[in-house]
């Protein structure tokens, strides 16, 4: 029952703004306003136009960033970090895990029992939280005490049917989706904050050491083996499934990539090379910027205003955390110069960030089609251009080289 209210109530509300988008059309069309705000619609099309030209363009700027990473620490705009992983799962491993994915907004807990080739995924649980926004610009000690609190209460509730030898102490891999730099497989001090957080006196430490102090501080009989960005854990998490896995790409609250490189391909790796031959190659890609990236007048007014003006650009024209805010600035600079919402503007169009990018992903992806059908140009703005970038990963031999590309779904539809 409740469902279906919800879905009566979802009808209703997607009903209701089609038939008032429809209204505010026709006045603003006999206003005069209507040219105005095609105007800035188009406006905003041909400056996020990505011909297969400025792709390259894009690509081939990457690639030259990509090996200047690889060459030198601070060679580049692109940190590609090495990451001490030179073997990924092969889909054999059994036991008991526990896992930590620490990422963004939330945080996720979660215990896994393997069984090996034959059973693989024998069972798992786990729970998100989220991260009170005073603690993403709070102290360390508080942000990982709050999760060290969340993780003991995960342990907790362990059942029976999770089988940990008798022995031996629990074992966590801590995804940390934040750029680090990695100084073996279960340690790394953190480079800077991105998404939002901005944490004092936490850059430049080990973030294994802040987080198991905190596991101290709960009695939790812990330990962590090992130290990943989320990037590197889907890679694993791919191979784990299919062998022929080499890269991956995180494209979520921000968006990085990574993949498999030749270890003697690697001219800043000092060490020996690794029995594999192979290292995995954290890119921490969102630094990327060119002279190619189309940025709108939106994307740069968006960087001036954050909180870390000038970096992450990559980051802040195609993540999640900053795609909804792209969608305000266009819908207000209508509302200022199209009168697109009626004489006034609504003052919650005035508030930074109100508009998160998840509130799109529960769009059913049809009735959002059809809504744009009957709306015709007017919804273009919050349909075509939420997602006005997209990443396209192409593997080329042996070298990852990486563009931008425009999501244009009047192309889908004539395809």
């Not at 896994?112 to 102290?139: A, C, D, H, T, Y």
């Not at 909804?324 to 508030?351: H, Y």
């Amino acid at each position: 029952m409740g469902k279906v209210a919800v879905g009566a109530a979802v009808v209703c509300a997607a009903a209701a703004c089609a038939v008032a988008a429809l209204v505010v059309r026709h006045r603003m069309r006999s206003s005069g306003r209507w040219a105005r705000a095609m105007e800035i619609l188009k406006e905003l099309e041909e400056n996020c136009a990505t011909p297969i030209g400025k792709l390259r363009q894009v690509a081939d700027a990457m690639t030259v960033e990509m090996l200047a990473g690889l060459a030198s620490e601070g060679g580049s705009k692109l940190k590609m970090l090495i990451s001490y992983v030179d073997n990924l799962p092969k889909g054999d491993e059994t036991g008991l895990f526990y896992a930590l994915d620490l990422g963004g907004t939330n945080f996720r807990v979660l215990r896994v029992q393997l069984g090996g080739k034959g059973g693989r995924v024998v069972k798992q649980e786990f729970e998100e939280v989220s991260i009170p926004p005073n603690l993403m610009v709070g102290s360390s000690s508080e942000l990982f005490d709050f999760i060290a609190a969340a993780l003991a209460k995960f342990v907790a509730s362990e059942g029976e049917e999770f089988h940990l030898p008798v022995g031996r102490q629990r074992e966590l891999g801590f995804t940390f989706s934040f750029p680090v730099k990695q100084t073996s497989i279960s340690s790394g001090t953190l480079i800077k904050w991105t998404k939002g957080f901005a944490i004092n006196g936490t850059v430049g430490e080990d973030v294994v050491a802040e987080l198991t102090k905190a596991i101290e501080r709960q009695g939790l009989d812990m330990r962590v083996t090992a130290l990943v960005n989320d990037t590197i854990g889907t890679l694993a998490g791919g191979r784990y499934y299919d062998n022929d896995v080499v890269a991956a790409v995180i494209l979520g609250t921000g968006t990085n990539a990574a993949y498999v490189e030749h270890a003697q391909a690697i001219p800043k790796w000092h060490g020996l090379l690794p029995k594999s031959g192979k290292m995995v190659i954290n890119m921490e890609w969102g630094n990327f910027r060119s002279s190619h990236l189309p940025i709108t007048e939106y994307d740069q007014a968006l960087d001036a205003e954050s909180l870390n003006p000038g970096e992450q650009i990559f980051e802040k024209l195609i993540s999640g955390m900053y795609l909804g805010e792209i969608v305000r600035r266009v819908l207000l600079k209508m509302a200022e110069e199209a009168a697109l919402f009626g004489d006034s503007i609504p003052p919650k169009l005035e508030v930074q960030f109100i508009l998160r990018f998840d509130i799109w992903n529960m769009l059913p992806v049809e009735d959002t089609k059809e809504l744009e059908a009957e709306m015709d140009t007017y919804c273009q703005v919050t349909y075509l251009y939420t997602c006005h970038a997209v990443v396209c990963l192409v593997l080329e031999e042996d070298v990852v080289t990486l563009a931008l590309c425009q999501f244009d779904p009047a192309a889908k539809r004539n395809n």
